[in-house]
C-alpha cells in the first residue's frame, strides 16, 4: 500500500515505460485498405475522407511498394465500380477480368510480395447498393452465397491471397471453404467479417465506392449485426470458426471494443479489427478543426484495438502510421 507502493515509480523514465509498456504499435499489425479506379494516374481525393484516394491501377501498385518498404504487411482492395456495370445480379462480381482481378494481376506481376487481402461481398456491384441478391425486398441469403463463392474464386483465380467475406450472410464461411478447396486453394486463408455491425461509421466508405446513392436510405440491418448486442457476436464468431475461418474480424473498431476483448478471452483464433471510414474521418476532421494532433489521436485509437486483443487492424492511415513508427516507435 501507499506510501510503499507508487505505481507512478514505474512511469517515470520513457526508458522504463517502455519496459514495461504492455503493447507495442508496429507497422506489421497493420492492413491498408485502399480503393481502385479504372484509368491511370487517377488520384481522386475522396471528400468525406480527407487525405485517402481513389487510385487508378499503377497508383495502386505505387501505394503498395510504399507500404512494403515500410513494414505493412498486407493491402486490402476495394473497388469503385462504373455505375453501368452495376447489375440487380452483381454479374460483374466474377468476372475474371474485372477492375479487381485487374489489379490483383498487376500487383503480383510487380513483384510485390505483401498480402492482397479482398472483399467477398456484392455492394460494389449492385445497382441496389446491398451486399446481396435482393428477392422479396430483401437480401436473399442462400441465393447470395452462390455468388459469393464464385466472385471469391474469380479472386482467388486473380492471384488473391486471403479471402475477406464481409456480407454477413449465415453460412457462407464453409460455403466458400469447400469452394475454394474444390479449385485447389486450399492454402487461400478466410478472414470472416464474423462481427460485423450494421453502423452508421460505414458512411464515407459507401461514398467512396459510390454505393450511398444505391442504397438512398437502405438499411443493411437484416444481415450486419444490432449494435445492441454482444452476446450475438460470441455466436456468430463461434459458428465462423466451425466452419473453417482462419482469423476472424470485428468491425467497426473502436466503437466496439468490447467485441474484441471478449473475443480474444474467449478464442484462441487471430483476431483482427477495423477501423472504418466513419472513424477515420472522425478524427481527420477533427484534427483539421484543431480539436487535437492527428497522429497522437490516430495512434492512441490503434493502440486501444491492440490492447483490446486485435493482432491486426484495418486502418486508412496506415501509411502514414508506419512512417511515423519509422521515426518514434510506440
Ligand atoms: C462492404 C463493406 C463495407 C465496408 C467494408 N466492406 C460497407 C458496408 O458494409 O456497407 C466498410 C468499411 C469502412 O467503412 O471503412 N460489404
Known amino acids: 500500500m501507499y506510501p510503499i507502493t507508487r505505481l507512478r515509480r514505474n512511469r517515470t523514465h520513457r526508458w522504463l515505460r517502455d519496459l514495461v509498456a504492455e503493447n507495442i504499435l508496429m507497422p506489421e499489425n497493420l492492413i491498408y485498405p485502399l480503393f481502385v479506379v479504372e484509368g491511370t494516374n487517377v488520384r481522386e481525393e475522396i471528400e468525406t475522407m480527407p487525405g485517402i484516394y481513389r487510385l487508378s491501377i499503377d497508383q495502386i501498385i505505387y501505394e503498395t511498394s510504399q507500404a512494403e518498404s515500410l513494414g505493412i504487411r498486407a493491402i486490402a482492395l476495394f473497388p ?3 455505375s453501368k456495370l452495376k447489375t440487380a445480379e452483381a454479374d460483374e462480381a466474377y468476372n475474371p477480368d474485372n477492375l479487381i482481378c485487374r489489379t490483383i494481376k498487376a500487383l503480383k506481376q510487380s513483384g510485390i510480395t ?3 487481402i479482398c472483399d467477398v461481398a ?3 456491384y449492385t ?3 446491398h451486399d446481396g441478391i435482393v428477392i422479396d425486398n430483401d437480401v436473399d441469403n442462400d441465393v447470395t452465397i452462390k455468388v459469393l463463392c464464385k466472385q471469391a474464386v474469380a479472386l482467388c483465380k486473380a492471384g488473391a491471397d486471403i479471402i475477406a467475406p464481409s456480407d454477413m450472410m449465415d453460412g457462407r ?3 466458400l471453404r469447400e469452394a475454394l478447396d474444390n479449385e485447389g486453394y486450399t492454402q487461400r486463408a478466410i478472414l470472416s467479417y464474423a462481427a460485423k455491425y450494421a453502423s452508421s461509421f460505414y458512411g464515407p466508405f459507401r ?3 459510390g454505393s450511398s446513392t444505391n442504397l438512398k436510405k437502405g438499411s443493411k440491418a437484416t444481415y450486419q449485426m444490432d449494435p445492441r448486442n454482444l452476446q450475438e457476436a460470441i455466436r456468430e464468431i463461434e459458428l ?4 473453417g475461418a482462419d482469423m476472424v474480424l470485428i468491425k467497426p473498431g473502436m466503437p466496439y471494443l468490447d467485441v474484441i476483448r471478449d473475443a480474444a478471452n474467449i478464442f484462441s483464433i487471430p ?9 477515420y474521418a472522425m478524427l481527420k476532421h477533427g484534427a483539421l478543426a484543431k480539436c487535437f494532433d492527428f497522429m497522437s489521436v490516430m495512434i492512441e485509437s490503434l493502440l486501444a484495438c491492440k490492447r483490446a486483443g486485435a493482432t491486426a487492424i484495418f486502418t486508412y492511415a496506415a501509411l502514414e502510421v508506419a512512417r511515423e513508427l519509422q521515426n518514434k516507435p510506440r
Open 80 to 82: 469503385c465500380v462504373d
Open 114 to 116: 505483401i498480402g492482397i
Open 122 to 124: 456484392l455492394d460494389p
Open 127 to 129: 445497382s441496389h447498393g
Open 173 to 175: 464461411v464453409s460455403a
Open 207 to 209: 461514398d467512396a465506392i
Open 240 to 243: 465462423d470458426i466451425q466452419e
Open 271 to 279: 483476431i483482427f479489427a477495423y477501423q472504418v471510414s466513419g472513424e
